[in-house]
């Protein structure tokens, strides 16, 4: 229920749904612009209830506030990329690249949150916390407002930033409920670490950040991968596995509950040397996207509606970079523009004034990055790349290095680790080209 008052308006020319960072920059930049906006969440306290891996991508957000990277909450900015593909008798192989520019950094996702919902404030935009939408107003066939229990306030139009739990959307019928085939899950750890130890164990300096994605056996023959990003003074480390694979091993008994393979992630030999003296200080999971182009719903406007964020399927998961925040936030900025010049137009939000949303989204960065990586879903559900695939180049490189006598030739070693798996050389090779296409 709306927490109001005799003085509470009705009235609003936009309400947002969901304070996210889709929501909040939604808000924000209509506030800005002069709108009387209206955000509100079911949360308690903006970004309680937000929940991410750990890194965050700079470009698109400075795009809505300039200043982001000198006032906003930010832990470390990602110095150091690494990759690592693991086996099961403890051989790991490891890259490292090292940043040259600070494009992406890490952030507790609630205190980012609340920051850019506190910007929006400023601006002139009324927060809501605690606040469950219970339907979305129509009348005539043009969404008019929310209702919250008993309480019903009118917009000229609805932003839906609720996320991938499309709760109302589909009330309207407007979306399906989601597939296992188009969802990930995603399980995480927060430890607690002294900064000077994150700093001695992982070679970085008080603001520089380590991002580091994981393959191979982390997640038991699974579609999908493990990360560890680095934070002042905790580090964030999870599993996220597609989930209509997940259901399938869990079903034939491969796994009893996915929180083990976080535990596993945490006291594996190799990497808990890095972390050893940590405490579990935050649990949690999130459902997210897998396939954003196919969970994007057939239309991005509606009479009076727009739909933005996780929503609208904007993520972007190619394996080895996962784009949410920033993808989330531009779409905020992209309604808003287009807001306001629905508002200006006679008709005011009409479905073929706000259209310029959907056509700005399809013409931007983020829906052509969708389209150009689309194989590489596909090949993120396929359970031989993260089998047989990623365990060739561990034997590869265990015919190199751990020798007795003699030392094999590369290609030698090669074939034997084909051999390893029942794979000749050139099929290999044919089988990894058409995956490195797909990526």
Same mark, same amino acid.
């Given at each position: 229920?709306?927490?109001?008052?005799?003085?509470?308006?009705?009235?609003?020319?936009?309400?947002?749904?969901?304070? =996210?960072?889709? =929501?909040?920059?939604?808000?924000?930049?209509?506030?800005? @612009?002069?709108?009387?906006?209206?955000?509100?969440?079911?949360?308690? /306290?903006?970004?309680?209830?937000?929940?991410?891996?750990?890194?965050?991508?700079?470009?698109?957000?400075? #795009?809505?506030?300039?200043?982001?990277?000198?006032?906003?909450?930010?832990?470390? &900015?990602?110095?150091?990329?690494?990759?690592?593909?693991?086996?099961?008798?403890?051989?790991?192989?490891?890259?490292?690249?090292?940043?040259?520019?600070?494009?992406?950094?890490?952030?507790?996702?609630?205190?980012?949150?609340? &920051?850019?919902?506190?910007?929006?404030?400023?601006?002139?935009?009324?927060?809501?916390? %605690?606040?469950?939408?219970?339907?979305?107003?129509?009348?005539?066939?043009?969404?008019?407002?929310?209702?919250?229990?008993?309480?019903?306030?009118?917009?000229?139009?609805?932003?839906?930033? /609720?996320?991938?739990?499309?709760?109302?959307?589909?009330?309207?019928?407007?979306?399906?409920?989601?597939?296992?085939?188009?969802?990930?899950?995603?399980?995480?750890? *927060?430890? @607690?670490?002294?900064?000077? #130890?994150?700093?001695?164990?992982?070679?970085?300096?008080?603001?520089?950040?380590?991002?580091?994605?994981?393959?191979?056996?982390?997640?038991?023959?699974?579609?999908?991968?493990?990360?560890?990003?680095?934070?002042?003074?905790?580090?964030?480390?999870?599993?996220?596995?597609?989930?209509?694979?997940?259901?399938?091993?869990?079903?034939?008994?491969?796994?009893?509950?996915?929180? %083990?393979?976080?535990?596993?992630?945490?006291?594996?030999?190799?990497?808990?040397?890095?972390?050893?003296?940590?405490?579990?200080?935050?649990?949690?999971?999130?459902?997210?996207?897998?396939?954003?182009?196919?969970?994007?719903?057939?239309?991005?406007?509606?009479?009076?509606?727009?739909? *933005?964020?996780?929503?609208?399927?904007?993520?972007?998961?190619?394996?080895?970079?996962?784009?949410?925040?920033?993808?989330?936030?531009?779409?905020?900025?992209?309604?808003? #523009?287009?807001?306001?010049?629905?508002?200006?137009?006679?008709?005011?939000?009409?479905? /073929?004034?706000?259209?310029?949303?959907?056509?700005?989204?399809?013409?931007?960065?983020?829906?052509?990055?969708?389209?150009?990586?689309?194989?590489?879903?596909?090949?993120?559900?396929?359970?031989?790349?993260?089998?047989?695939?990623?365990?060739?180049?561990?034997?590869?490189?265990? /015919?190199?290095? %751990?020798?007795?006598?003699?030392?094999?030739?590369?290609?030698?070693?090669?074939?034997?680790?084909?051999?390893?798996?029942?794979? =000749?050389?050139?099929?290999?090779?044919? @089988?990894?080209?058409?995956?490195?296409?797909?990526?």
């Amino acid at each position: 229920m709306i927490k109001s008052n005799t003085t509470f308006p009705t009235k609003f020319d936009a309400i947002v749904v969901g304070a =996210g960072p889709a =929501g909040a920059a939604s808000a924000y930049v209509l506030s800005k @612009k002069g709108f009387k906006v209206l955000l509100v969440d079911r949360s308690r /306290e903006a970004g309680s209830k937000e929940l991410y891996g750990g890194r965050i991508y700079l470009g698109p957000l400075k #795009e809505v506030w300039p200043d982001l990277d000198k006032k906003a909450p930010i832990h470390r &900015w990602i110095k150091k990329e690494r990759a690592s593909i693991m086996g099961k008798d403890g051989r790991i192989i490891t890259i490292e690249y090292n940043a040259g520019r600070r494009t992406s950094f890490t952030a507790y996702l609630p205190e980012l949150v609340r &920051w850019m919902v506190s910007k929006a404030e400023e601006e002139g935009t009324i927060f809501v916390d %605690e606040v469950v939408v219970d339907e979305l107003l129509t009348s005539d066939g043009k969404v008019v407002g929310i209702r919250s229990g008993p309480d019903e306030i009118r917009s000229d139009v609805v932003i839906d930033a /609720e996320g991938v739990n499309r709760l109302l959307l589909e009330k309207l019928g407007l979306v399906s409920g989601p597939r296992p085939e188009e969802l990930a899950l995603g399980i995480k750890e *927060v430890l @607690k670490v002294r900064k000077n #130890e994150i700093n001695a164990q992982f070679n970085v300096d008080d603001d520089e950040g380590v991002a580091w994605i994981l393959m191979g056996d982390i997640t038991l023959g699974i579609p999908g991968g493990g990360f560890i990003y680095t934070f002042n003074e905790t580090i964030s480390i999870g599993i996220v596995i597609h989930m209509a694979n997940a259901i399938r091993a869990a079903e034939a008994g491969a796994i009893n509950h996915s929180f %083990e393979l976080v535990e596993n992630l945490r006291l594996h030999p190799y990497f808990n040397k890095l972390w050893k003296s940590s405490d579990v200080i935050e649990y949690g999971a999130h459902l997210t996207i897998e396939d954003g182009l196919s969970f994007m719903p057939k239309r991005l406007v509606y009479p009076g509606l727009l739909i *933005v964020g996780d929503a609208a399927g904007l993520i972007l998961n190619t394996g080895y970079t996962v784009r949410g925040v920033d993808f989330a936030v531009y779409s905020g900025k992209l309604a808003a #523009e287009a807001v306001e010049k629905a508002l200006s137009e006679k008709e005011g939000a009409t479905e /073929e004034n706000l259209k310029v949303y959907e056509d700005m989204v399809r013409k931007s960065f983020m829906y052509n990055e969708l389209k150009r990586h689309r194989a590489s879903k596909e090949l993120m559900k396929d359970p031989e790349f993260f089998t047989k695939i990623s365990r060739i180049p561990l034997k590869f490189f265990s /015919e190199l290095y %751990e020798i007795d006598k003699e030392v094999p030739t590369a290609y030698e070693a090669f074939k034997n680790a084909c051999r390893s798996e029942d794979s =000749g050389p050139l099929s290999l090779m044919f @089988k990894l080209w058409g995956m490195v296409k797909k990526l």
